[in-house]
């Protein structure tokens, strides 16, 4: 039996130490073991201190309870009872005195190990500069010190309690306190002196925690705004005061009374302070709050409302917002939209949540690649213009039931970005490519311009073994061969993405690791090979800096010939004084997080900083950290504690820059706050009569969920000229038992767009618009726009003759624009057929302007229904990216029926909008349908020939001429 548990004790070591060796090898090879070491020695250091404070604390109290013990007791029962369980306890008594101890230490030092980022947030704290309005404390005093107090005061006081209560214990069964039938309790001088030292231990520590409670009360949440109101101030702050110096007071009677031996004094000192804390710390407070404050609460609570106001527009950065007061035109005009070209030209069709199984379709070429849900929006400057971007990676997609060599040998990385236009579709509805194939061609470079594998993403595997020596038998499928019939290539990974397994030792350690015994004795694995793992981009950033919070969405880029994923990276508190708490799992949520979107991070936050950015290439894994707000005192306090860790934004490449932009996350927090927050007087603040909210997806049939933001190229009103930017709506709160009015109270709008200079931020970077809606105006909201949508009579029927077939409609993503001098909804509608190889193509787009409503095949089409005939808009549907053939050609994939079809409904559409464009006067206009007729009937010519299979006529009919078209929507 000893062998056996010396045996497997060693196994249990061996194992927590391979468990340590393996993080050791996987930071060493990023290259951040400091933050390993640092992380791992101060939890040890912290766990030290604590169990010999609670350890030493209990042994030393157990051990003078014992050694005090008397040596001569009472006669009677009792002291038989005692005597027996004395005998029992003897032969252990000495192993007693030591393992109580250290297991109480154990598991109390286990519980404030979790608490090192406190701990090292004190020890390194920097000033902010800036002071509460209350104290006239440094907000450093409140985001550092007060919460490594509130640790220390809480463990200190569990020492005191454990160790007091383990020798009273002693002191009882040895004798030093007794019971007796006629003289009550009798308690020995030892044990006085004990339970004093105790006692007095007890109460200093709980003056310190009253003292203290004195600043908790500005970061109170209890009531009606965030921070210390009139009560707390009038009443909580000097009872509290009082109280402290009562528990010091009383704490003094207590050693009067060890030393005197008599208890008398400091009952009646503990009873006077357990009267203080119930008349001063509870009734008193209540009767002020209740009879004072309560029936003058707008009034008396006017100035700490104001506090609370600031301070938490200041923790969220809410306090540089713009608002514009915009007088919503609700009657569309002709050529209203004439003068926001920068915005018309840029809106958006491609739905990144829906154009996924397009990609997958058409992109994926291999059942082990597979694209994200949700895509991702980016911009990339083609010929000197900035195109807002439909952009996701080809993923590996493994079969979980395959088996290991394929799963972790064969099977090792995707290949590729896929990348389209975002404001136009090519033909037949489908995304227009300007990166896509395998080979990767396009505009934006090719396999030559970039590396495309994808060995570090957001689908890749649990874990794979790469690399080998030169000459090696490649084993890891690389991509399809180009060639028809050919085999598909392979590749051996040449970079350094992981730790070693060439030795046998490491193979042992990752076979615990990931108990898998194939990993151990597979012949696959070489002298060379390195194991991947932890690979999704926000794992990765998590562990290398375990201090920040993690966007939920990281997103991939092209970069100086790298595809680099982009992850976002906040410092957060609960400790802003008067700065009103979210829960940011709760803010965050809507329409498109879960999957890969998942919420990084939970908990109350009341303190909130975009402070780093982050970078991790896609091929070999690297991490790299730049502080984005390098002045921010979090993030520099950290930097104390891990200086080589992060650098500065200035080191950023111009490419980089370019790609970089505002984060989702703390955009949803911010119009979380700001939908109550915009309210900047107190009077108005209380009274709640304006407050907003952010409106459920009307494209979900879950109401509750909530609308996302979207990036989108605009030009505000009042902004010099178009950005990337990020933007959502606001409709008014519902009262609760209420009905929901979905009108538009408010449009809030981010500048996104970092720039594209080397190390230099754009410096309308992060500049926050808000455009307030007068409220006598009922503007459509998106609920709104969505239902009146929904029930025109005309988009009603043509959406049901699209789903004729078994052929399933989908609502794109409905986006919010103030153009025109009111607010432009667009809605792209999708048409996706029955079959298990279908996806979802652009049909028609929906627009709508007040209460105006136009459908049509293209978005200029639709625009010029809402705006009298003649919009004045500036579009960009014509697809000319990699993945069109030619501006309008259907894709090689459909038959000549539906090439055939498909022109003629272009040329029909093309003949409709000339005459209009010829009554209006519109020449220009005219011409340019007058070439989209002509190459609408090339085309039909072209598909009659293959039918027929007559050679193809170069001759045009004139336009009175034209064959009826069929009524099959064009794109």
Same mark, same amino acid.
């Given at each position: 039996? !000893?062998?056996? @548990?010396? &045996?497997?004790?060693?196994? *249990? +070591?061996?194992?927590f130490?391979?468990? /340590?060796?393996?993080?050791?090898?996987?930071?060493?090879q990023?290259g951040f073991e400091?933050?390993?070491?640092?992380?791992?020695?101060?939890?040890a250091?912290?766990f030290?201190?604590?169990?010999?404070?609670m350890?030493a604390?209990?042994?030393?109290?157990?051990?003078?309870a014992y050694?005090?013990?008397p040596v001569?007791?009472?006669?009677?029962?009792?002291?038989?009872?005692?005597?027996?369980?004395?005998?029992?306890l003897?032969?252990m008594?000495?192993?007693?005195?030591i393992?109580? !101890?250290?297991? @109480?230490? &154990?598991?109390?030092?286990? *519980? +404030?190990?979790?608490?090192?980022?406190? /701990?090292?947030?004190?020890?390194?704290?920097?000033?902010?500069?800036?002071?509460?309005?209350?104290?006239?404390?440094?907000?450093a005093f409140?985001m550092?010190?007060?919460?490594?107090?509130?640790l220390?005061?809480?463990?200190l006081i569990?020492?005191v309690?454990?160790?007091?209560?383990a020798?009273?214990?002693?002191?009882?069964l040895?004798?030093?306190i007794?019971?007796?039938?006629?003289?009550?309790?009798?308690?020995?001088?030892p044990?006085?002196?004990?339970?004093a030292?105790?006692?007095?231990?007890?109460?200093?520590?709980?003056a310190?925690?009253?003292?203290?409670?004195?600043?908790s009360?500005?970061?109170s949440?209890n009531?009606r705004?965030?921070?210390?109101l009139?009560?707390?101030?009038?009443?909580v702050i000097?009872?509290?005061?009082?109280?402290?110096?009562?528990?010091?007071?009383?704490?003094?009677?207590?050693?009067?009374g060890?030393?005197?031996?008599?208890?008398?004094?400091?009952?009646?000192g503990?009873a006077m302070?357990?009267?203080?804390?119930?008349v001063a710390?509870?009734?008193?407070p209540?009767?002020?709050q209740q009879?004072?404050?309560v029936p003058?609460?707008k009034t008396?609570?006017?100035?700490?409302?104001?506090?609370?106001?600031?301070?938490?527009r200041?923790?969220?950065?809410?306090?540089?917002?713009?608002?514009t007061?915009?007088?919503?035109?609700?009657?569309p005009?002709?050529n209203?939209?004439?003068?926001?070209s920068?915005?018309?030209?840029n809106?958006?069709l491609?739905?990144p949540?829906?154009?996924?199984?397009?990609?997958?379709?058409?992109?994926?070429?291999?059942?082990?690649?597979?694209?994200?849900?949700?895509?991702?929006?980016d911009r990339y400057?083609?010929?000197?213009?900035t195109?807002?971007?439909?952009?996701?990676?080809?993923?590996l997609?493994?079969?979980?039931?395959?088996?290991?060599?394929?799963?972790?040998?064969?099977?090792?990385?995707?290949?590729g970005?896929?990348a389209?236009?975002?404001?136009r579709?090519?033909a037949?509805?489908r995304p227009?490519?300007m990166?896509s194939?395998?080979?990767?061609?396009?505009?934006?470079?090719n396999?030559?311009?970039?590396?495309p594998?994808i060995?570090?993403?957001?689908l890749?595997?649990d874990?794979?073994?790469?690399?080998?020596?030169e000459?090696?038998?490649?084993?890891?499928?690389?991509?399809?061969?180009?060639?028809?019939?050919?085999?598909?290539?392979r590749?051996?990974?040449s970079?350094?993405?992981?730790?070693s397994?060439?030795?046998?030792?490491?193979?042992l350690?990752?076979s615990?690791?990931?108990?898998?015994?194939?990993?151990?004795?597979?012949d696959?694995?070489?002298?060379?090979?390195?194991?991947?793992?932890?690979?999704?981009?926000?794992?990765r950033?998590?562990?290398?800096?375990?201090y920040?919070t993690?966007?939920?969405?990281?997103?991939?880029?092209?970069?100086?010939?790298?595809v680099?994923?982009?992850v976002?990276?906040?410092?957060?508190?609960?400790?802003?004084?008067?700065s009103?708490?979210?829960?940011?799992?709760?803010a965050?949520?809507?329409?498109?997080?879960?999957?890969?979107?998942?919420?990084?991070?939970?908990g109350?936050?009341n303190?909130?900083r975009n402070?780093?950015?982050?970078?991790v290439?896609?091929?070999?894994g690297?991490?790299t950290?730049y502080?984005?707000?390098p002045?921010?005192?979090?993030?520099?306090?950290w930097?104390?504690v891990?200086?080589?860790n992060?650098?500065?934004?200035?080191?950023?490449s111009?490419e980089?820059?370019?790609?970089v932009?505002?984060?989702?996350?703390?955009?949803k927090?911010?119009?979380?706050?700001?939908?109550?927050?915009h309210v900047?007087?107190p009077?108005?603040?209380?009274?709640?009569?304006?407050?907003?909210?952010?409106?459920g997806?009307?494209t979900?049939?879950?109401?509750?969920?909530?609308?996302p933001?979207y990036?989108?190229?605009l030009?505000?009103p009042?902004?010099?000229?178009?950005?990337?930017?990020?933007?959502?709506?606001?409709i008014?709160q519902?009262a609760?038992g209420g009905q929901?009015?979905?009108?538009?109270?408010?449009?809030?709008a981010?500048?996104a767009?970092?720039?594209?200079?080397?190390?230099?931020?754009?410096?309308?970077?992060g500049k926050?618009?808000?455009l307030a809606i007068?409220?006598?105006?009922?503007?459509?909201g998106?609920?709104?726009?969505?239902?009146?949508?929904?029930?025109?009579?005309?988009?009603s029927?043509?959406?049901?003759?699209?789903r004729?077939?078994?052929s399933?409609?989908?609502?794109?993503?409905?986006?919010?624009?103030p153009?025109?001098?009111?607010?432009?909804?667009v809605?792209?509608v999708?048409?996706?057929?029955?079959?298990?190889t279908?996806y979802?193509?652009l049909r028609?787009?929906?627009?709508?302007?007040?209460d105006?409503?136009?459908?049509?095949?293209?978005?200029?089409?639709a625009?010029?229904?809402?705006?009298?005939g003649?919009?004045g808009a500036?579009t960009?549907?014509?697809g000319?990216g990699?993945?069109?053939e030619?501006?309008g050609?259907?894709?090689s994939?459909?038959t000549?029926e539906?090439?055939?079809?498909?022109?003629?409904g272009?040329?029909?559409?093309a003949?409709?909008?000339?005459?209009?464009?010829?009554?209006?006067?519109?020449?220009?206009?005219?011409?340019?349908?007058?070439?989209?007729?002509?190459?609408?009937?090339?085309?039909?010519?072209?598909?009659?020939?293959?039918l027929t299979?007559?050679?193809a006529?170069?001759?045009?009919?004139?336009?009175s001429?034209a064959?009826?078209?069929s009524?099959?929507?064009a794109?």
């Amino acid at each position: 039996m !000893p062998t056996i @548990i010396v &045996i497997g004790i060693l196994v *249990a +070591v061996f194992v927590f130490v391979s468990s /340590v060796y393996a993080d050791v090898l996987w930071y060493n090879q990023l290259g951040f073991e400091r933050v390993f070491w640092t992380e791992y020695l101060s939890k040890a250091a912290i766990f030290v201190v604590a169990f010999l404070l609670m350890g030493a604390a209990t042994w030393i109290s157990l051990r003078l309870a014992y050694r005090s013990r008397p040596v001569y007791a009472p006669d009677g029962q009792r002291q038989d009872n005692m005597s027996k369980y004395q005998s029992q306890l003897e032969p252990m008594r000495r192993l007693l005195m030591i393992g109580v !101890p250290v297991v @109480i230490g &154990i598991f109390a030092a286990t *519980a +404030v190990t979790s608490q090192w980022k406190e /701990v090292l947030l004190f020890f390194n704290q920097v000033d902010f500069g800036e002071t509460d309005p209350q104290f006239g404390m440094d907000l450093a005093f409140y985001m550092f010190s007060l919460p490594f107090i509130g640790l220390l005061t809480g463990y200190l006081i569990s020492v005191v309690l454990i160790a007091g209560i383990a020798g009273l214990l002693t002191h009882y069964l040895y004798g030093g306190i007794r019971i007796e039938e006629r003289g009550g309790v009798v308690i020995g001088k030892p044990a006085r002196i004990h339970i004093a030292v105790f006692a007095v231990g007890f109460l200093l520590l709980q003056a310190v925690n009253f003292w203290v409670d004195r600043y908790s009360t500005l970061l109170s949440q209890n009531g009606r705004v965030a921070g210390a109101l009139y009560t707390d101030v009038h009443a909580v702050i000097p009872t509290k005061t009082i109280l402290a110096i009562a528990a010091v007071l009383v704490a003094v009677t207590f050693i009067v009374g060890a030393v005197m031996g008599r208890w008398r004094l400091p009952i009646i000192g503990t009873a006077m302070l357990l009267v203080t804390v119930i008349v001063a710390g509870g009734i008193y407070p209540f009767i002020v709050q209740q009879y004072q404050v309560v029936p003058s609460e707008k009034t008396l609570e006017r100035e700490f409302i104001q506090k609370n106001i600031e301070m938490t527009r200041q923790a969220y950065g809410l306090d540089a917002v713009e608002e514009t007061n915009y007088d919503v035109q609700l009657n569309p005009q002709k050529n209203a939209l004439a003068k926001d070209s920068a915005t018309t030209t840029n809106i958006r069709l491609l739905d990144p949540n829906l154009v996924s199984a397009a990609f997958d379709q058409l992109q994926q070429f291999r059942t082990y690649y597979k694209f994200t849900n949700t895509l991702n929006v980016d911009r990339y400057v083609i010929d000197g213009k900035t195109e807002d971007t439909v952009i996701g990676v080809r993923e590996l997609n493994v079969d979980p039931g395959d088996t290991w060599v394929n799963q972790h040998i064969t099977y090792t990385h995707g290949y590729g970005v896929v990348a389209a236009y975002g404001n136009r579709v090519a033909a037949g509805g489908r995304p227009d490519f300007m990166l896509s194939g395998i080979p990767t061609t396009g505009v934006l470079g090719n396999d030559k311009t970039y590396e495309p594998r994808i060995y570090f993403g957001e689908l890749s595997p649990d874990y794979s073994i790469v690399g080998g020596p030169e000459g090696w038998d490649p084993r890891e499928l690389d991509r399809p061969a180009s060639g028809s019939g050919s085999e598909d290539t392979r590749n051996t990974f040449s970079g350094d993405g992981g730790p070693s397994v060439g030795n046998f030792f490491n193979r042992l350690v990752y076979s615990l690791k990931f108990a898998s015994t194939d990993l151990l004795l597979s012949d696959a694995i070489n002298s060379e090979s390195q194991i991947l793992y932890d690979r999704s981009p926000k794992e990765r950033v998590e562990k290398v800096a375990p201090y920040l919070t993690i966007d939920s969405n990281a997103y991939p880029a092209i970069v100086d010939g790298r595809v680099q994923w982009i992850v976002d990276a906040y410092t957060t508190s609960k400790n802003y004084p008067y700065s009103k708490q979210q829960a940011l799992d709760s803010a965050v949520t809507d329409s498109l997080t879960g999957g890969t979107r998942a919420v990084a991070q939970t908990g109350q936050i009341n303190y909130i900083r975009n402070s780093v950015k982050a970078t991790v290439d896609a091929y070999d894994g690297s991490v790299t950290l730049y502080a984005w707000e390098p002045e921010e005192p979090l993030l520099q306090a950290w930097q104390k504690v891990f200086p080589t860790n992060i650098k500065s934004y200035k080191d950023m490449s111009a490419e980089l820059m370019s790609h970089v932009r505002y984060p989702e996350d703390l955009f949803k927090v911010q119009r979380e706050l700001l939908a109550t927050y915009h309210v900047t007087d107190p009077g108005g603040f209380y009274d709640a009569n304006d407050a907003w909210s952010v409106p459920g997806d009307p494209t979900q049939s879950n109401a509750s969920i909530k609308q996302p933001p979207y990036y989108l190229s605009l030009k505000m009103p009042k902004q010099e000229k178009e950005a990337f930017s990020l933007t959502s709506t606001f409709i008014p709160q519902t009262a609760p038992g209420g009905q929901q009015r979905n009108v538009l109270f408010g449009f809030l709008a981010a500048e996104a767009d970092a720039g594209s200079k080397a190390g230099v931020k754009a410096e309308g970077y992060g500049k926050l618009r808000l455009l307030a809606i007068p409220r006598e105006l009922s503007v459509p909201g998106p609920g709104q726009a969505q239902q009146n949508f929904d029930s025109n009579a005309t988009v009603s029927q043509a959406l049901n003759l699209l789903r004729q077939g078994a052929s399933e409609v989908k609502n794109g993503n409905l986006l919010s624009l103030p153009v025109g001098g009111g607010i432009l909804y667009v809605q792209p509608v999708y048409v996706q057929s029955s079959g298990q190889t279908s996806y979802p193509t652009l049909r028609k787009v929906l627009v709508a302007f007040g209460d105006k409503v136009g459908f049509a095949d293209t978005l200029a089409e639709a625009l010029d229904q809402v705006f009298q005939g003649t919009s004045g808009a500036v579009t960009s549907e014509t697809g000319t990216g990699s993945g069109s053939e030619k501006p309008g050609t259907p894709p090689s994939t459909q038959t000549a029926e539906q090439q055939l079809t498909d022109a003629l409904g272009d040329a029909n559409a093309a003949i409709k909008a000339g005459q209009a464009a010829l009554a209006e006067g519109d020449f220009a206009k005219y011409g340019a349908e007058q070439t989209k007729l002509q190459d609408a009937l090339e085309r039909a010519t072209e598909a009659q020939d293959k039918l027929t299979g007559a050679p193809a006529s170069t001759e045009t009919p004139a336009p009175s001429e034209a064959p009826a078209p069929s009524e099959s929507p064009a794109p």
